[in-house]
């Protein structure tokens, strides 16, 4: 039951409304009489909210919410007054009231901001807690991106729905999803991470929802697919937009009912992972164009994070250049080594367009082994990093123009690394060779020209 503070002068009004919210909230309510008596109940007792009149003898309601915000009382207040004067109640919000109203208001209209302050109050601290928790975050940055970021991913832990989490290649999406898991109801199960690009079209729904011996040729014996190997845990799915049409319509059915059924079987098995599934494709567009079902990314569009480039959060980009080269030096070995200023210049200067943040990681490696000395400079760098190039994008749709540029991106990186599949794949932060085959096929990329 909450407990509700009424604090007004007038002890005929206060005991009215004190009745009235008994009545119809099932709250517990007591009456102060002054600013200061209710500072007193307030420090002897804790309360889910007040209600404060702003015209009192003495001790008036702003000098409370003062004296409240002062000593650090963390309790939602709503103002009320007779008077009708708007500018005071506006006032009396940007000293810390949560709410106004007026005391002709019906009553079921106090309740109703009543509740809302609550709630709201009780969102606040938890998102409070997770983000003390999400201190020792293993996504780095202090920038207002990743701060909006670590809020966002506050706000979505605790909630079990499905979430997107949308972002360029190498922005940081997996860690992101390991984040949800780590801080959500989910986080004593296991932490499945699936990449879809990487599932050989004939396996997708044996390797995401198990088969049953014998249900196609080499089916051996019964398996369990990733969805129930992490049972009461998190699943990633990532590079979900790879997914086959038919493997997407099995995805709905796990979305919506809950239950999957493995390939050969009639028998459905309830799930209970929670489902995070991550893209860096514009899924609106893979609607458009009968790639991705409109009724998959209805369900899993209720929740969406979106991580930032690396080019939107550049103050971020030295911290983390030099905590990969504190990492680097100390895994392969060698003594640290630190950036000089124009090397740092350097690095905040680069578009990080072709892959990020795993793109800076990558460089800073290369640097390592590139200098000799203790001090990384710009010709540790200027070979290793890769700025964008303008090029004639020509004529055509958005999505031939877009398939243009991702033919030319593979198209140069395996000319740099010499057609050596993996190496390539490597390079454009791919999961492994397959997953380049696939991208290959699919831009019709089909062998050195």
């Known amino acids: 039951m909450n407990r509700i503070l009424i604090v007004d002068d007038i002890p005929q009004l206060a005991e009215q409304y004190a009745y009235d919210l008994r009545r119809l909230g099932s709250y517990e309510v007591i009456v102060a009489g002054d600013g200061r008596s ?10 889910d909210c ?71 109050h009780r969102l606040r601290l938890e998102v409070r807690t ?22 966002a991913i506050a706000r979505a832990a605790p909630v079990p729905s499905a979430v997107l989490v949308t972002g360029e290649s190498g922005t940081g999406k997996e860690l992101v999803a390991r984040e949800l898991h780590r801080f959500g109801a989910n986080q004593g199960g296991p932490f499945i991470a699936i990449n879809c690009a990487a599932l050989p079209e004939q396996l997708v729904e044996s390797e995401l929802f198990g088969h049953e011996r ?78 991705f079902r409109d009724d998959l990314l209805y369900r899993l569009n209720v929740l969406v994070i979106r991580v930032p480039a690396l080019r939107e959060r550049r103050e971020d980009i030295v911290p983390l250049a030099s905590r990969f080269l504190e990492e680097t030096c100390r895994r392969f070995g060698v003594l640290p080594k630190r950036l000089s200023d124009d090397a740092a210049a350097f690095l905040v200067g680069q578009d990080w367009a072709r892959n990020n943040v795993r793109e800076l990681r990558n ?22 990093a890769m700025p964008s190039a303008a090029y004639d994008m020509g004529e055509g749709s958005f999505q031939e123009l877009r398939t243009d540029a991702e033919r030319r991106i593979v198209l140069a990186a395996l000319e740099r690394h010499h057609w050596h599949i993996t190496r390539t794949a490597q390079a454009l932060g791919l999961a492994d060779h397959a997953s380049l085959l696939k991208v290959m096929r699919r831009l019709g990329v089909s062998g050195r020209k």
Do not use: W
């Not at 109940?41 to 309360?47: E, I």
């Not at 207040?77 to 006032?91: E, K, L, N, S």
């Open 214 to 291: 014998g249900a196609f040729t080499g089916a051996i014996s019964s398996r369990k697919g990733a969805f129930e190997a992490a049972e009461k845990g998190t699943i990633l799915l990532d590079e979900v937009g790879e997914l086959p049409l038919a493997a997407q319509s099995k995805l709905l059915r796990v979305l919506e009912d809950h239950s999957l059924l493995r390939v050969g079987s009639t028998r459905s098995i309830s799930v209970t992972a929670r489902v995070v599934a991550a893209t860096n494709r514009d899924l609106e567009v893979e609607v458009r164009d009968k790639r």
């Open 363 to 384: 460089v800073i490696e290369r640097s390592v082994v590139a200098a000799d000395g203790e001090m990384i400079r710009v010709e540790h760098l200027e070979d290793h």
């Open 38 to 47: 209710a500072l007193d109940q307030l420090t002897a007792s804790s309360y």
């Open 130 to 151: 997770l983000q003390r928790r999400l201190g020792d975050s293993t996504l780095l940055g202090a920038s207002p991106a990743m701060v909006r970021l670590r809020e």
């Open 50 to 120: 007040v209600v404060l009149d702003l015209e009192m003898p003495g001790m008036d309601g702003f000098e409370m919410l003062r004296t409240v915000q002062h000593r650090g009382i963390e309790v939602p207040i709503i103002v009320y007054t007779g008077t009708g004067d708007f500018d005071r109640c506006v006032q009396a919000v940007r000293l810390g009231a949560a709410g106004f109203i007026d005391k002709a208001e019906p009553m079921e209209r106090v309740v109703q901001e009543i509740e809302t302050a609550i709630d709201r």
